[in-house]
C-alpha cells in the first residue's frame, strides 16, 4: 500500500517558523516530482510549492515566495517544507503529494490533477 505520511504541523505565531516533512514509500519518491499544497478554512485547495523528481528546479506560488523553501532527501525518501514569516493567512491543513514522472505531466507540476499520491494532511495554525 503507497504511504505518504506528513508531520512537523502545529500551532505558531505571526512571524515563526515551522518545517513540514513528508515520507513517502521508496518506489513512489524516487519517480515523482513532489508538491505541497494547502487548504484554508471555507477554501478550496491550493498549490504551495514543488520540486522536480531529482530536485534540481523548484517552483512556488506567489503567496508564499520568499518565505518557504522546498527540498527533498532522496536517501530519505522524504520532502521538506521550511515556512518562515507565517501569517495568521497560512493557517491551513498542508498536503503534500507526488506526481509520477511521465509523459504529458509538467516537471514541476501546480495542478493537483497531475498529482497521484497523497498524505492525510497536517494541520498548520499561526496564531495573530
Known amino acids: 500500500q503507497e504511504q505518504m505520511v506528513e508531520s512537523g504541523g502545529g500551532l505558531v505565531q505571526t512571524g515563526g517558523s515551522l518545517r513540514l516533512s513528508c515520507a513517502a514509500s521508496?518506489?513512489?519518491?524516487?519517480?515523482?516530482?513532489m508538491g505541497w499544497f494547502r487548504r484554508a478554512p471555507g477554501k478550496e485547495r491550493e498549490f504551495v510549492a514543488a520540486?522536480?523528481?531529482?530536485?534540481?528546479?523548484?517552483y512556488y506560488a506567489d503567496s508564499v515566495k520568499g518565505r518557504v523553501a522546498i527540498s527533498r532527501d532522496n536517501a530519505k525518501n522524504t520532502v521538506y517544507l521550511q515556512m518562515n514569516g507565517l501569517k495568521p493567512e497560512d493557517t491551513a491543513v498542508y498536503y503534500c503529494?507526488?506526481?509520477?514522472?511521465?509523459?504529458?505531466?509538467?516537471?514541476?507540476?501546480?495542478?493537483?490533477?497531475?498529482?497521484?499520491?497523497w498524505g492525510q494532511g497536517t494541520q498548520v495554525t499561526v496564531s495573530s
Open positions: 521508496g518506489h513512489i519518491f524516487s519517480s515523482s516530482a
Open positions: 503529494a507526488a506526481s509520477v514522472v511521465r509523459a504529458g505531466v509538467p516537471t514541476i507540476p501546480t495542478d493537483e490533477r497531475h498529482y497521484d499520491y
Open positions: 520540486i522536480s523528481w531529482r530536485g534540481g528546479n523548484t
